[in-house]
Each structure stands twice: as structure tokens, then as C-alpha cells.
């Protein structure tokens, strides 16, 4: 069975999402980030980068939100979360997905985790990596409104949900308590975001995960 080793609300919620959208059965592995287990020794030989989520399904170990993403998808082609190989639509789902993990996922991070970027004796540097994400971010925000403006929807690719969906999601809940402007807050994003919290899948996984509201 897979085994999807996860923490609340956190890049785990996406391929968490996914697995409750496939109805396929799964098991969900704490890894307990209040003790550290994430950088156990147990913990390292499955992610080197002492990171979760990590999906094992069978003898396959993987890490990396993306790529689970697109492993489920390509596992279980019948539930159609990706457009089909070869297509337009399915070169659009790349660029958003590697857009989703490297580009505002990595901002995301250097807000969430500033001290990673600085010296220990360097508490403003920290404070000046945070505002930088924060306008980074807030630019990131934008072009993903813009695209919504201009996709008739419902969904982040179209009339079809997508992997791409709980992905958008779970990085635009994590702005819920940004100072300015959260993603909420945008014209398009907003009611974008209420249609995918509103997948059955969703509610399931929040309610799994304990999340409390306000969930955007
Ligand atoms: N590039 C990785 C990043 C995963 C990541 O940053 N996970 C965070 C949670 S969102 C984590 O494991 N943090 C460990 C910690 O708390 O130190 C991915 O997309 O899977």
C-alpha cells in the first residue's frame, strides 16, 4: 500500500490531496517535526533532505512535491489530473508545476525560514530575506491572478482539475498571514481558491489533517 510520510499543512497537504481525489488506498505517516524525526537517521535514508512529504509505493522512495505529483498522475491515468502526454495542455501543466515548486514554493520558503539565508549574528539580514520574499512573492501573486483572469476555469487549467489545483491551494493558504496583501485578497485567486476548498477531497484531507480555519 503507499505510505505517504506527511506533516500537517505543509507541502505534504498537496500529494495528501491527491491520494483522497484517487480514492486509492494509502496510509499517512507522521513524522513528528516537534521531535526532529524529520532529520533522523531513519527519516535522512528515505529524504537525504530531511523534508516531507515522501511518498514509498512499493519499492519506489520518492521525495520532491513534484514529482509525487506526477508520479501519482501518471500512475493512475484514469482519474485524468494531468492533460494527456504530448499536448499543449499538458506542457501548460508542466510549466505551472515546476513554476509551483521552484518559483513560488522556494519564495514561500525564504519567508517562512529567512535565517536560512543569513549569518546566525545576522537578525536583520533575516528581517530584510522575509520582506524581500514577501514582495517577491506578492509579484508571483500577481501573474498567478492574471492567469486566472484570463482562463475561464473553474479549475487552474481550465474546465479540468488537475494536480495543479490542491498545489495552488496549499502554496496560497501558506500567505494567510502575510502583513499585505495574502492571496485572498486577489480579485481572481479569491473565488478560485473557495471553488477548490470546496473539493470534497479537500475538506477530507482538512479535516484529516486537523487544519483550523481560517483555511485561506
Ligand atoms: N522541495 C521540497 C521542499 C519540501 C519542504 O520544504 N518541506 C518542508 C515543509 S513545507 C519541510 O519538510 N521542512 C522541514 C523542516 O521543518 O525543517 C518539496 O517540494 O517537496
Known amino acids: 500500500m503507499i505510505e505517504l510520510h506527511h506533516y500537517p499543512s505543509t507541502a505534504s497537504t498537496i500529494p495528501h490531496i491527491l491520494l483522497e481525489e484517487l480514492g486509492v488506498p494509502f496510509e499517512l505517516r507522521l513524522v513528528d517535526r516537534l521531535r526532529e524525526s524529520h532529520l533522523s537517521p531513519e527519516f535522512l535514508r528515505l529524504n537525504p533532505n530531511g523534508e516531507f512529504p515522501v511518498l514509498i509505493d512499493g519499492d519506489l522512495v520518492l521525495y520532491e512535491t513534484a514529482a509525487i505529483c506526477l508520479h501519482l498522475c501518471d500512475t493512475h491515468p484514469e482519474a485524468a489530473l494531468a492533460p494527456p502526454v504530448g499536448t499543449p495542455g499538458r506542457a ?23 535565517w536560512r539565508w543569513v549569518d546566525v549574528d545576522n537578525p536583520m539580514g533575516a528581517v530584510q530575506v522575509r520582506q524581500n520574499a514577501q514582495v517577491r512573492v506578492e509579484k508571483l501573486l500577481v501573474q498567478l491572478d492574471s492567469h486566472l483572469a484570463r482562463n475561464r476555469g473553474p479549475w487552474f487549467l481550465g474546465e479540468d482539475y488537475s494536480a495543479l489545483d490542491p498545489y495552488v491551494l496549499t502554496l496560497c493558504r501558506w500567505t494567510r498571514d502575510f502583513p499585505e496583501r495574502p492571496a485572498r485578497t486577489f480579485t481572481h485567486i479569491r473565488p478560485y481558491l473557495q471553488r477548490v476548498l470546496e473539493r470534497p477531497a479537500v475538506q477530507r484531507v482538512f479535516r484529516r489533517e486537523d487544519t483550523p480555519p481560517p483555511y485561506i
Open 92 to 114: 501548460q501543466f508542466y510549466k505551472w508545476l515546476i513554476w509551483c515548486s521552484s518559483t513560488l514554493q522556494a519564495s514561500l520558503l525564504a519567508w517562512f525560514y529567512p
